[in-house]
């Protein structure tokens, strides 16, 4: 009885511990946060689960889609409109993880990241870009980007005025690569920028600003968020956001105004949560 008393007391003080640690490494976050120069208040979204790694947002209706690790089996999909209503997107016959998505609104056509669904020569499942339709909470009818080749992985689409855009490895280059529909096809038509890092999860920010994560050289922590501008059809070298970034993972910065926005980060207990921002 009394070892049992005294497992239960260790069990409380255990709990107790953790909970103290995660509190102060909130603190520490936020204090390191508040000090910098850059005036931007961030909050953990209201469906923040410290067990899961949510990252990845994207504006559809009301709130968002994210990708998850909460079913533990795949990364998923998911949708939260902020109101306690957290549902998992459906997608038939699906055996991977899924990757970023966009919503492209004016159509109603949502493009994710998946994998090819075929080997490489190196018996590797790269990934690719897929085109489909979302409704009542399941995506539907879709179809793998005509470009995409098995050999090499395309992901994080975006599109901003009939461009859309695309980071790859192929070729063996990680590169930043724009496409214009022709004949209900997209087609490459230029190269914005190559790296020697992968470039992760590009945004549009506007028709000539592009952001992006990455691990290049000369950061300030693990993977941090760089900005490419564009003047006169041509792109600058990439410039890193100071005001984002931490000594931690930074990723998938998304703006739903010139002020406010989410960012993807890992920056508390090494999970990737999401943070709603906003310029004070």
Known sequence: MIKELQFRVNLIEERSIKK??????ILINFTFLAQNSYNIKF?????TNVKYNDFAPTVYKDGILFVSDRDGEFYNLYYS???????????????????????????????????????SSNNKFNLAVYKGKIKKNKIFDLKKLSFCNPEFSYGHAQILNNKLLIHTNEGGVYSLNEYSLKNDQWVKTRTIFTDTSPILNPIFKDHSTIIFASKRIGGIGGIDLYKI?????????????????????????????????????????NKDHIFKFSFQ
């Open 43 to 47: 909050e953990l979204v209201n469906f």
């Open 20 to 25: 103290t640690l995660f509190s102060i490494l």
């Open 229 to 269: 501008t564009k003047s006169k059809e041509e792109w600058s070298k990439p410039i890193n956001l100071k005001k984002f970034n931490t000594p931690f993972d930074d990723l998938s910065l998304i703006f739903t105004d010139k002020n406010k926005g989410y960012i993807s980060s890992n920056r508390i207990d």
């Open 81 to 119: 409109d902020f109101k306690n209503n957290l549902k998992k997107i459906k997608i038939k016959k699906q055996k991977h993880h899924i990757g970023q998505v966009f919503y492209d609104k004016k159509n109603k056509l949502i493009y994710l990241t998946k994998s090819s669904g075929k080997k």
